[in-house]
Protein backbone atom coordinates (compact mmCIF):
# COMPACT_ATOMS: atom_id res chain seq x y z
CA UNK A 1 0.00 0.00 0.00
CA UNK A 2 0.76 3.78 0.04
CA UNK A 3 1.35 4.32 -3.52
CA UNK A 4 2.18 7.42 -4.96
CA UNK A 5 3.20 7.78 -8.72
CA UNK A 6 4.61 10.61 -11.11
CA UNK A 7 3.78 11.58 -14.68
CA UNK A 8 6.43 12.13 -16.79
CA UNK A 9 9.07 10.44 -15.37
CA UNK A 10 10.97 12.72 -17.34
CA UNK A 11 10.58 15.49 -19.80
CA UNK A 12 12.39 17.73 -22.18
CA UNK A 13 11.10 20.87 -23.06
CA UNK A 14 12.43 24.28 -24.65
CA UNK A 15 13.16 27.20 -23.17
CA UNK A 16 9.69 29.46 -22.42
CA UNK A 17 7.07 26.57 -22.85
CA UNK A 18 5.23 25.25 -19.31
CA UNK A 19 5.82 21.30 -18.38
CA UNK A 20 3.20 19.86 -16.03
CA UNK A 21 3.65 17.59 -13.45
CA UNK A 22 1.10 14.94 -11.98
CA UNK A 23 1.61 13.32 -8.51
CA UNK A 24 -1.31 10.73 -7.39
CA UNK A 25 -1.35 8.91 -4.83
CA UNK A 26 -3.01 5.32 -5.90
CA UNK A 27 -4.54 3.46 -3.01
CA UNK A 28 -4.83 6.24 -0.27
CA UNK A 29 -6.26 9.76 0.30
CA UNK A 30 -3.77 12.08 0.40
CA UNK A 31 -4.67 14.69 2.45
CA UNK A 32 -1.43 17.00 2.17
CA UNK A 33 0.54 16.45 -0.48
CA UNK A 34 4.32 18.17 -1.17
CA UNK A 35 6.77 18.97 -3.92
CA UNK A 36 10.24 19.07 -3.85
CA UNK A 37 13.53 19.40 -6.04
CA UNK A 38 16.55 17.63 -6.13
CA UNK A 39 19.85 19.37 -8.42
CA UNK A 40 22.74 17.10 -8.72
CA UNK A 41 24.11 15.45 -5.43
CA UNK A 42 22.23 17.28 -3.27
CA UNK A 43 19.64 17.56 -0.67
CA UNK A 44 15.76 17.22 -1.44
CA UNK A 45 14.49 21.07 -1.13
CA UNK A 46 11.10 21.20 -0.40
CA UNK A 47 9.06 23.59 -2.51
CA UNK A 48 5.68 23.74 -1.37
CA UNK A 49 3.05 22.33 0.43
CA UNK A 50 -0.79 21.52 -0.47
CA UNK A 51 -3.57 20.57 0.96
CA UNK A 52 -6.52 19.52 -0.81
CA UNK A 53 -8.76 22.18 -2.25
CA UNK A 54 -6.68 25.19 -0.68
CA UNK A 55 -3.81 27.10 -1.76
CA UNK A 56 -0.47 25.58 -1.38
CA UNK A 57 1.84 27.05 1.00
CA UNK A 58 5.30 27.94 -0.39
CA UNK A 59 8.75 27.97 1.08
CA UNK A 60 10.93 30.67 1.23
CA UNK A 61 12.40 31.43 -2.61
CA UNK A 62 9.87 29.75 -4.59
CA UNK A 63 8.29 31.70 -7.14
CA UNK A 64 4.84 31.02 -6.86
CA UNK A 65 4.10 32.15 -9.87
CA UNK A 66 6.56 30.05 -11.49
CA UNK A 67 5.72 26.92 -9.86
CA UNK A 68 1.72 26.71 -10.14
CA UNK A 69 0.41 23.98 -7.60
CA UNK A 70 -3.01 22.63 -7.94
CA UNK A 71 -4.48 20.32 -5.36
CA UNK A 72 -7.89 19.58 -6.66
CA UNK A 73 -8.70 16.41 -5.13
CA UNK A 74 -7.17 13.81 -2.54
CA UNK A 75 -5.64 12.06 -4.72
CA UNK A 76 -3.78 14.52 -7.61
CA UNK A 77 -1.76 17.13 -7.45
CA UNK A 78 0.02 18.90 -10.25
CA UNK A 79 3.05 21.10 -10.47
CA UNK A 80 3.15 23.42 -13.48
CA UNK A 81 6.65 24.60 -14.38
CA UNK A 82 5.96 28.00 -16.38
CA UNK A 83 8.18 29.93 -19.00
CA UNK A 84 10.67 27.09 -17.94
CA UNK A 85 14.54 27.96 -18.66
CA UNK A 86 17.34 26.15 -18.24
CA UNK A 87 17.82 26.56 -14.56
CA UNK A 88 14.28 25.05 -14.02
CA UNK A 89 16.05 21.76 -14.99
CA UNK A 90 16.12 19.76 -12.09
CA UNK A 91 14.48 16.19 -10.63
CA UNK A 92 11.49 16.97 -8.99
CA UNK A 93 9.41 14.72 -6.38
CA UNK A 94 6.50 15.01 -5.20
CA UNK A 95 5.07 13.15 -1.59
CA UNK A 96 1.90 12.69 -0.09
CA UNK A 97 0.66 12.37 3.54
CA UNK A 98 -2.70 10.42 4.27
CA UNK A 99 -4.84 9.95 7.42
CA UNK A 100 -2.31 7.73 8.82
CA UNK A 101 0.70 9.17 10.98
CA UNK A 102 1.35 12.61 10.51
CA UNK A 103 5.21 11.97 10.28
CA UNK A 104 4.66 9.94 7.24
CA UNK A 105 5.27 11.30 3.78
CA UNK A 106 4.98 8.43 0.22
CA UNK A 107 7.09 9.78 -2.21
CA UNK A 108 6.58 9.43 -6.10
CA UNK A 109 9.43 7.95 -8.00
CA UNK A 110 10.15 11.51 -9.57
CA UNK A 111 10.17 13.81 -12.95
CA UNK A 112 13.52 14.61 -14.73
CA UNK A 113 13.05 18.01 -16.44
CA UNK A 114 15.27 19.05 -18.96
CA UNK A 115 15.11 22.70 -20.37
CA UNK A 116 16.91 23.05 -23.63
CA UNK B 1 21.14 27.33 6.87
CA UNK B 2 21.69 23.93 7.04
CA UNK B 3 19.10 22.55 9.74
CA UNK B 4 20.11 18.78 9.06
CA UNK B 5 23.47 17.51 8.37
CA UNK B 6 24.93 14.30 7.20
CA UNK B 7 29.03 15.41 7.27
CA UNK B 8 30.18 12.21 5.52
CA UNK B 9 29.32 12.01 2.04
CA UNK B 10 30.00 8.44 1.34
CA UNK B 11 30.71 5.96 3.45
CA UNK B 12 31.97 2.71 1.84
CA UNK B 13 31.81 -0.70 3.90
CA UNK B 14 32.45 -4.90 3.50
CA UNK B 15 29.47 -6.58 3.25
CA UNK B 16 28.59 -8.23 6.54
CA UNK B 17 29.88 -5.59 8.56
CA UNK B 18 28.09 -2.87 10.34
CA UNK B 19 27.80 0.83 8.54
CA UNK B 20 27.19 3.55 10.77
CA UNK B 21 26.20 6.68 8.94
CA UNK B 22 25.87 9.88 11.20
CA UNK B 23 23.05 13.13 11.16
CA UNK B 24 23.30 15.91 12.84
CA UNK B 25 20.57 18.50 13.37
CA UNK B 26 20.40 22.00 14.65
CA UNK B 27 16.84 22.82 15.34
CA UNK B 28 15.69 21.50 19.24
CA UNK B 29 11.99 22.20 17.59
CA UNK B 30 12.37 18.72 15.69
CA UNK B 31 10.55 16.18 16.56
CA UNK B 32 10.50 12.89 14.26
CA UNK B 33 13.21 11.81 12.54
CA UNK B 34 13.65 9.50 9.71
CA UNK B 35 16.03 7.29 7.42
CA UNK B 36 15.32 7.39 3.72
CA UNK B 37 17.07 5.33 1.25
CA UNK B 38 17.34 6.63 -2.43
CA UNK B 39 18.61 5.30 -5.71
CA UNK B 40 18.85 7.79 -8.56
CA UNK B 41 16.81 9.28 -10.64
CA UNK B 42 14.25 7.70 -7.84
CA UNK B 43 11.63 8.92 -5.08
CA UNK B 44 13.07 8.07 -1.32
CA UNK B 45 11.91 5.02 0.23
CA UNK B 46 10.71 5.08 4.18
CA UNK B 47 13.64 2.55 6.01
CA UNK B 48 12.94 3.42 9.88
CA UNK B 49 12.00 6.30 12.16
CA UNK B 50 12.30 7.67 15.68
CA UNK B 51 10.44 9.68 17.70
CA UNK B 52 11.91 12.53 20.47
CA UNK B 53 10.65 10.80 23.23
CA UNK B 54 12.53 7.67 22.62
CA UNK B 55 16.39 6.74 22.13
CA UNK B 56 16.63 3.61 19.81
CA UNK B 57 14.06 2.13 17.72
CA UNK B 58 15.00 -1.02 15.59
CA UNK B 59 13.60 -2.69 12.98
CA UNK B 60 15.22 -6.09 11.67
CA UNK B 61 19.61 -4.82 10.06
CA UNK B 62 18.48 -1.30 10.92
CA UNK B 63 18.73 0.36 14.21
CA UNK B 64 18.19 4.39 14.80
CA UNK B 65 19.48 6.30 17.55
CA UNK B 66 19.20 8.98 18.76
CA UNK B 67 20.72 11.32 21.06
CA UNK B 68 18.69 14.64 21.86
CA UNK B 69 21.14 16.41 24.08
CA UNK B 70 24.07 15.99 21.37
CA UNK B 71 21.02 16.81 18.55
CA UNK B 72 22.73 13.60 16.95
CA UNK B 73 21.25 10.73 15.61
CA UNK B 74 22.72 7.34 13.42
CA UNK B 75 21.62 4.66 11.53
CA UNK B 76 23.50 1.11 12.23
CA UNK B 77 22.87 -1.24 9.52
CA UNK B 78 23.97 -4.72 10.35
CA UNK B 79 25.00 -6.66 8.39
CA UNK B 80 25.26 -4.98 5.60
CA UNK B 81 24.61 -6.27 2.35
CA UNK B 82 25.48 -5.47 -0.95
CA UNK B 83 21.86 -4.57 -2.12
CA UNK B 84 22.11 -1.95 0.48
CA UNK B 85 24.48 0.61 -1.33
CA UNK B 86 22.18 3.86 -2.19
CA UNK B 87 21.97 6.72 -0.96
CA UNK B 88 20.92 7.25 2.52
CA UNK B 89 18.79 10.95 3.51
CA UNK B 90 18.23 11.39 7.23
CA UNK B 91 15.09 13.72 8.03
CA UNK B 92 13.48 15.95 10.64
CA UNK B 93 10.20 16.90 11.29
CA UNK B 94 9.38 19.96 13.53
CA UNK B 95 6.80 19.46 16.22
CA UNK B 96 3.52 21.33 16.54
CA UNK B 97 3.27 24.47 16.37
CA UNK B 98 6.41 25.02 14.76
CA UNK B 99 7.20 26.52 11.08
CA UNK B 100 8.39 23.17 10.59
CA UNK B 101 5.42 21.17 11.65
CA UNK B 102 4.54 18.22 9.03
CA UNK B 103 7.43 19.07 6.88
CA UNK B 104 10.48 17.33 5.90
CA UNK B 105 13.84 18.71 6.22
CA UNK B 106 16.28 16.49 4.72
CA UNK B 107 20.41 16.35 5.58
CA UNK B 108 22.36 16.23 2.44
CA UNK B 109 22.98 12.54 2.26
CA UNK B 110 25.89 9.83 2.66
CA UNK B 111 26.24 7.29 -0.38
CA UNK B 112 27.00 3.65 1.43
CA UNK B 113 28.39 1.42 -0.91
CA UNK B 114 28.62 -2.26 0.38
CA UNK B 115 31.38 -4.49 -1.08
CA UNK B 116 31.07 -8.08 -1.93
Known amino acids: GAVVSQHPSWVICKSGTSVKIECRSL??????MFWYRQFPKQSLMLMAT?????????EQGVEKDKFLINHASLTLSTLTVTSAHPEDSSFYIC????????????FGPGTRLTVT | DQQVKQNSPSLSVQEGRISILNCDYT??????FLWYKKYPAEGPTFLIS?????DKNEDGRFTVFLNKSAKHLSLHIVPSQPGDSAVYFC???????????????FGQGTILTVHP
Open chain 1, 95 to 106: SARGLAAWYEQY
Open chain 1, 27 to 32: DFQATT
Open chain 1, 50 to 58: SNEGSKATY
Open chain 2, 27 to 32: NSMFDY
Open chain 2, 50 to 54: ISSIK
Open chain 2, 91 to 105: AAIGAAGGTSYGKLT
